[in-house]
């Protein structure tokens, strides 16, 4: 039994130093002194009451509780539940005519928080006037709205307003206002918000004074977004742009071509500001405006725009290695390019500063063009566009050929019966025909030379299995001339 009570009474001693410990940092904390709360009696309403206090030397802010008297001390009203104030005074409004409260302030600053005030009672007067009557909202826009209420009894009423958007758990900022007239605008609001909103009145001399009227709702519209300029403007597309608009779950883009709507665009649903509408004609005007959507409600239509896709732009060819070079001659090569009506040839001496005659945008509709009248043993390059109507690509790649070097002219090697086969080939080729002492260069597209053998006559095979796939061109030199064949080897 003596065990037990030495236990009980150290687990006391430990439990009584903790918590003295505790209290101690907690009044560490306050250093700041307690504020000395008024109450304001002159203006005490129906509605409202004014409380003061003096400033806290240190403190840069203060924050108030009110709950109603006999009331738990927990179950503060929700505007008052810890509410900053920046002033030496505080209106406590949103109360019940004829009712007490209590309220008690405490002094702030970043660090510290004071003891808290005095706690002061405040009964509100009984409302002894009618109350306002309230209109309906008017004026009805995404971020204000107008409201209107019948006048007092008494000499020069002042009506207060209070609008909430949570049940009067906090209120509009700017709010409550005071006013002489029997309106007033309530701005800077959220659109498709639904707000509460009442009004009380009294005269001036505070001899008449009503409750609150009754409280009626209204929702803020939903706006429209601001359509914006269309960009990444194609030939098949546009992107569509526009602002974000608050309290939306999504938009709707309306797209219409011809005076109709486009199919898969009326509407089409989109989560995010901007959309790309493909699968259009090239030089047309489309249209498109956009709604905002908020569940199943939808806003008015933003501002049209028009845009215009551009023309079909063909794609840029690729030039490719020149073939059959000879003396005076060559033919230039290409790939055909996706949207093109024909091609434009441009031949050069002088890297393009100036044109072969008849070469400076020559119009061809094949993928190959034999350039003749050449200087031997001379470097030319060619380019080319693609067009479409009147649509040009950018220039191709450029290609370097260079004629070959003086001889006797090509077709007296033809009367030699120079046969080279097979074309295609594989791994061998085989040539009969040579004269004595022939020379064989053999070069790839590009211009690489891949082999060379002298001192040939009669017939040879040669062994190109090193080769890659592609075009070759062989250049065979004899006393009689020189030839060049294209061949093409394909494994």
Request: net charge negative.
């Amino acid at each position: 039994m003596k065990n037990k009570l030495t236990k009980s009474l150290f687990y006391a001693t430990i439990y009584a130093f903790l918590l003295l410990f505790a209290t101690a940092n907690t009044f560490a904390e306050k250093n700041l002194d307690a504020p000395v709360l008024n109450l304001d009696t002159e203006y005490v309403y129906v509605n409202q009451f004014r409380v003061s206090w003096d400033a806290v030397e240190g403190a840069t802010h203060y924050k108030i509780w009110v709950n109603v008297w006999d009331a738990d001390q927990g179950d503060y009203l929700p505007l008052y539940n810890g509410k900053i104030i920046t002033s030496n005074f505080a209106w406590v409004f949103n109360l019940s005519p004829n009712t007490s409260y209590e309220c008690h302030i405490r002094a702030y600053n970043d660090t510290e928080e004071s003891p808290s005030s005095n706690y002061i009672q405040a009964t509100t007067f009984p409302a002894n006037i009618a109350a306002p009557v309230l209109e309906a909202a008017t004026d009805i826009t995404s971020d204000s709205f107008t409201i209107s209420w019948s006048s007092i009894e008494g000499t020069q009423p002042v009506y207060n307003v209070l609008v909430s958007k949570d049940d009067f758990q906090t209120l509009v900022p700017g709010l409550p206002v005071f006013t002489e007239s029997t309106s007033l605008v309530i701005s800077g609001l959220e659109p498709y918000t639904n707000y509460k909103f009442k009004v009380n009145g009294q005269d001036f001399q505070g001899e008449n004074m009503s409750s609150f009227s009754e409280t009626l709702n209204v929702t803020t519209v939903l706006p429209p977004p601001i359509a914006l300029e269309a960009t990444d403007v194609m030939h098949d597309r546009f992107t569509a742009n526009w602002t974000s608009v608050v309290n939306t779950t999504g938009y709707n883009l309306w797209v219409v071509y011809n005076q109709q709507p486009l199919e898969g665009y009326w509407p089409l649903a989109v989560s995010d500001t901007t959309y790309t509408v493909t699968g259009l004609e090239s030089e047309e005007t489309y249209t498109y405006l956009v709604t905002s959507v908020a569940g199943a409600h939808s806003s008015d239509f933003s501002d049209a725009i028009e845009v215009t896709t551009t023309p079909l732009i063909p794609d840029v060819p690729v030039a490719l290695e020149g073939s059959d070079i000879t003396l005076t001659a060559f033919t230039a090569n290409w790939e055909a390019a996706d949207n093109a009506d024909g091609y434009l040839l441009y031949v050069s001496q002088d890297n393009f500063t100036t044109h072969l005659d008849g070469y400076d945008g020559k119009d061809i509709s094949g993928l190959s063009e034999n350039i003749t009248e050449l200087e031997p043993e001379t470097t030319y390059k060619y380019r080319l566009k693609a067009y479409k109507e009147d649509v040009e690509s950018d220039y191709s790649n450029t290609i370097e050929v260079t004629t070959t070097d003086p001889g006797t002219s090509v077709a007296i090697m033809a009367e030699a019966n120079i046969s080279i086969y097979p074309n295609p080939a594989q791994n061998h080729i085989y040539i009969e025909g040579l004269e004595t002492n022939s020379t064989i260069d053999i070069y790839s597209i590009t211009g690489a030379k891949m082999m060379q053998l002298v001192n040939l006559s009669g017939s040879v095979s040669l062994d190109v299995s090193s080769f890659g796939n592609g075009i070759y061109i062989i250049k065979i030199k004899a006393s009689n001339g020189v030839v060049s064949r294209k061949i093409l080897i394909n494994e």
